[in-house]
């Protein structure tokens, strides 16, 4: 039972996870995207696609993640080459992600799948209770443990991570020290949306192998949320990711086993959840316990400096 | 040779209100390709589009009736931003306003009419007000972000209300479907030149004329102007910044709230899904087209509405999904963020010229 509600919650969090690491490297980076809802649209649709048409999910998920990079770029221009406004620029790319996944998901509707496979990890998938959850899951489950470490490494421990970093808290120093700002800006955003993007190809490829027109749900803007719940952090994203993956698994196990409650009203929770987890990870931020990035929101421009 | 960017030193207003008009005009140059790529002849789509919406009367007064909901909404979402605050949750406020007026029109028991219009008026303006609230209570008192606050509202808006139509709504009598009973006649909005045009459009006129009397002529509009362009100078000169953003996100809510009223009281006459299809979402492009004017709000809406009458039947004829429309919207969007760069900056090309 505890296995089953686990391996629930890991399943329901990881395009979470996914589109959470990607908004955390898009905003150390100092760029904001309320594109994610879109982005991640598009990557379903991209990673449903380049299954069905290949016949290999390898081959899908490498096409959300090209798709969403290329649709990531358009935000990235915006908001750092042409310095527009970020909030924006997101809600744009949210609603670009919205219609032109309806319109060219047409010929996908009913259309099925392989899917992604899990592969049990021989021995650690027999452990009792973390066994099935952890190690007997799909391979983009395990790229996202990996991908939790790495971005946790790549921002702390690397010279280039520094530079993204620094470039995301003061521009302007990070120019005077020759790092060139845009590039970093447009990498940064545009690798983050190929993120968002395999979450988005998580929903089509092993949740729900299909395609439905506006399948997130709402998944990319807890994301957003959960961005500033992790204080900018990628193993708290994990944590938070779950958390909603919990309340997922549960509602539906509400729903399955048949309540009194109606089941609209239990479909509010991750979004009633999402509100609480907002308010009381800002009110922490204030208290300082963590903090965001200093030049989050802003664009750079050289003659701005001081 | 070299390419140069350099800050205008004056914008002109002439390109900063024509940029919005060339966005449009390039975005269906590129919305154009995306339905060819859909495999669909974009001319014949626009052709079809223009000639339901604007070819003859009844297409007329179906823009009107599409662009009602969209001034309501516009003129709230504008009002919001006018002090830099996202109100993204205007859907979930048309959505709270239409409950909240279909509350009195089925279970109040008033019968006369205009009593009906105002207590009706009433409920929207103050569901949808409180709706956005919340939002603008969190965000006044801890700074929490009103755009996931506003946004998330908007699911939880439309599940509630789905909640009352699948459950304690239901009409007994209306064979299961997931409807309330609908109003009475005194409940309803009159309509105009045998078309479904209704007193909402008009009413959507005279709130836009208020709303820019309140902000252009009256001390509390420029408070909120100051406070969104400067919040430090506005504290400095003792403007109470927490109070103002809760009253504007009240109004902003409340207005998109009023578009929630016009629709079940002028068109449906019944709570029922798909309330507003969409109508908050496209009110934030409305509003950033406008460039926050409610004259804008007005002409911008009314383009919309052409838009989405002509969405409608691309719809039924080449089963194209209305949700494209928000694509078209989205290219909209990044083409005006993108001339904006252009109003502000100037792009030269110098010969010969070495270095920086």
Known sequence: MVEILLDATVRAGTPILFATLGAILNERAGIINLGIEGLMLIGALAGFAGTFYSGSPLIGILAAFAVTFVAGSIHALITVQLRGNQIVSGLAMTMFGIGVTALFGRGMVGQTIGGLERLPIPGLSQLPIIGRPFFQQDLLIYTSFVLVFVLWFFLYRTRTGLALRTVGENPAAADTCGISVSLYRFFAVTTGAGLVGIGGAYLSLAMTPMWIENMSAGRGWIAVALVIFSGWSSGKAMFGAYLFGGITAMQLRFQAIGTDISTHILQMLPYVFTILVLVVSTIRLQKGSSQQPQGLGLPYDREDRK | ?356
């Open chain 2, 1 to 356: 040779m070299k390419l140069v960017i350099e800050r205008r030193d004056t914008s002109s207003a002439l390109l900063h209100f024509s940029a919005p008009m060339v966005s449009i005009v390039v975005a269906l140059l590129f919305a154009g390709g995306l339905i060819l790529a859909a495999g669909i002849n974009p001319l014949d789509a626009y052709r079809e589009i223009l000639y339901e919406a604007v070819g003859s009367t009844y297409g007329l007064s179906e823009t009107l009736v599409k662009a009602t909901p969209l001034i309501f909404a516009g003129l709230g979402v504008s009002l919001a931003f006018r002090m830099q605050i996202w109100n993204i949750g205007a859907e979930g406020q048309i959505y709270m306003g239409a409950m909240g007026a279909t509350w009195v029109a089925l279970f109040s028991g008033l019968e006369n009419h205009w009593l009906l219009m105002i207590t009706m008026f009433c409920a929207a303006f103050i569901c949808g007000g409180l709706w956005a609230g919340v939002a603008g209570v969190l965000r006044a008192r801890w700074r929490v972000n009103e755009v996931i606050v506003t946004l998330m509202m908007n699911y939880i808006a439309i599940l509630f209300v789905n909640y009352l139509i699948y459950g304690p709504w239901r009409d007994p009598q209306g064979f299961n479907f997931p409807l309330t009973a609908q109003f009475s006649e005194a409940a309803r909005f009159a309509n105009f030149f045998d078309t479904r045009l209704h007193s909402g459009f008009f009413l959507a006129l005279f709130c836009a004329l208020l709303l820019y009397l309140l902000m252009e002529r009256t001390v509390w509009g420029y408070q909120i102007k100051v406070i969104g362009s400067n919040p430090q100078a506005a504290r400095y000169a003792g403007m109470r910044t927490g109070v103002a953003i809760f009253a504007v996100l009240f109004l902003s809510g409340a207005i998109a709230g009023v578009a929630g009223l016009s629709e079940v009281a002028g068109l449906q006459y019944r709570l029922q899904h798909g309330i507003s299809s969409g109508y908050g979402y496209t009110a934030i492009i409305i509003a950033w087209l406008a460039r926050r004017s409610a004259l804008g709000v007005i002409i911008v809406s009314l383009l919309m509405g052409i838009l989405l009458v002509g969405g409608d039947s691309l719809q039924m004829l080449w089963q194209l999904p209305i949700a494209f429309v928000y694509a078209f919207q989205g290219l909209i969007l990044f083409f005006l963020l993108g001339s904006d760069f252009f109003i502000q900056y100037r792009v030269k090309l110098i010969k010969g010229a070495q270095g920086g």
